[in-house]
Each structure stands twice: as C-alpha cells, then as structure tokens.
C-alpha cells in the first residue's frame, strides 16, 4: 500500500523537478498490477520506491506489515532478500558462470552452502523455462537470458516479484514467451506481480494498470485512473 507519495529530483540547475506525486496506490496480495506511462514519466521510480531501493521525500510505503521508511537499511536489506524477487531490463546476469550458478546466486546471499532441495529448485525452473542448467550465460541468447533472469526471480518462492520493462529488450515472439512464463509463474505461486512496461499487449493481460502521466514540464502524476 502506498500513501501521498511525494519524490523529488534536482535538475540541472538543482531546482526541484517533482518527479511523482500519487496519493495513493494499493496491491493486493497475489494480484497483477502494470505500471504504464512514457518515457520520463517516473515509472522506472516508482518501482525503485516500491522495493524501497528509493526514498519519498515523503510518503508510506508498506507491504503487509512492513513500512519501508520505518526500517532501518539493514533491517530493509534483509527484507528484500526474503521478500522480493527483482528482474531487471539488462538481466545483471554473471558471465563466466552457467544458468544455473546464476540462478542460484540469490541463496548466495544468506549462505554459502546451497542444500540440494533447493538446487533441484532451481534446475526445475531452468527446465520450465527451457534454458539448458549447464550453459553458460555468454551462450545464451538475449530471450534465454531473460528467462533466466525470471527464474532467479522467482526461485526463493518470494511473496513480491518486481520487474523493470521485462520484454523491452526482446523480439516480439520472445517477449510473448517471457510475459507468458512471468505471469503464469507468479499466479502458481501465488506472488504478487507489479511490472513496469511500454507494451501495450503485455499491460492488457494484467489484472489491472497504473498509469503515469507527465501533465506539464517538470511534474508527474497518476493523473490515470487504476483500471480494473
């Protein structure tokens, strides 16, 4: 849930450039929401907001029990390391290491020992998303790395699944099978879906879509209505 979420910038001149300005904003759990607007509009933003990687000027954020703001960064870390699964435009896959390892990377996180359940988690997922385990990242083409980049999102099970222009990058035959794997995946395991997107056909297929609009020079607002 968000509230009066007020973010701020300062331009070239280091005046204020008000960058989102939403009174208010609610998901519900397991639901698909898509964030739209242009280019400029502060999409990429307030997805940074709602992973608590960006700070309102002023503002809630909560998920659940937890605010944001509230919490202390170590605290916040850790939240997101149990919490969110992120996938990101331009993957952040690790060359040098096979589909697999890169999979498994966020387990790296809280230990460095990986048990075998949930390396079988793992190879499950690569199968599902069709992506040999053993292949290494450079060998892969760009809709295969996005499908890895999916399933590392999606292999600790998190209750939150952020994604940034996730088809962007893709041919269109690719990026249907990217949205077809996100969507169907999030619903199986009952995670909550919030993806930012330029596609029209991808936002469509959500449950609902959050439009961000820039009115005038140097302001932006959800001045869109939530669309059932």
Do not use: Y
């Not at 940074?48 to 990687?53: E, T």
């Not at 993957?91 to 966020?106: Q, R, T, Y």
């Not at 990242?137 to 600790?156: D, F, I, N, P």
Request: aromatic content about 6%; overall charge positive; some cysteine.
């Amino acid at each position: 849930m968000l509230r009066d979420l007020h973010v701020e910038f300062a331009d070239a001149n280091r005046a204020p450039r008000i960058v989102l300005d939403i009174p208010a904003l609610e998901i519900a759990g397991g639901g698909q929401l898509a964030i739209c607007g242009p280019s400029g509009s502060g999409k990429t933003t307030l997805l940074n907001v709602l992973a608590g990687i960006e700070h309102p000027r002023r503002g809630m954020v909560r998920w659940g029990g937890v605010e944001l703001g509230a919490i202390r960064p170590r605290a916040a870390d850790r939240w997101r390391r149990e919490t969110l699964g992120l996938v990101f435009q331009q993957f952040h896959l690790f060359p040098g290491l096979s589909a697999l390892d890169n999979v498994l990377l966020p387990f790296r996180f809280d230990r460095f020992a990986i048990d075998s359940a949930n390396r079988d988690r793992a190879s499950d997922l690569l199968e599902r998303v069709s992506v040999p385990a053993t292949r290494r990242v450079e060998r892969l083409s760009r809709g295969e790395m996005q499908r890895v980049a999916v399933a590392r999102a999606l292999v600790k099970a998190p209750a939150v699944v952020l994604a940034d222009e996730p088809t962007a990058s893709l041919d269109r035959d690719t990026g249907v099978v990217v949205a077809d794997l996100l969507l169907r995946m999030c619903r199986e395991q009952h995670a909550t879906l919030v993806v930012v997107t330029h596609d029209a056909t991808l936002a469509d297929r959500f449950d609902r879509q959050f439009a961000l609009a820039t009115p005038r020079p140097w302001r932006t607002a959800a001045n869109a209505p939530v669309m059932p």
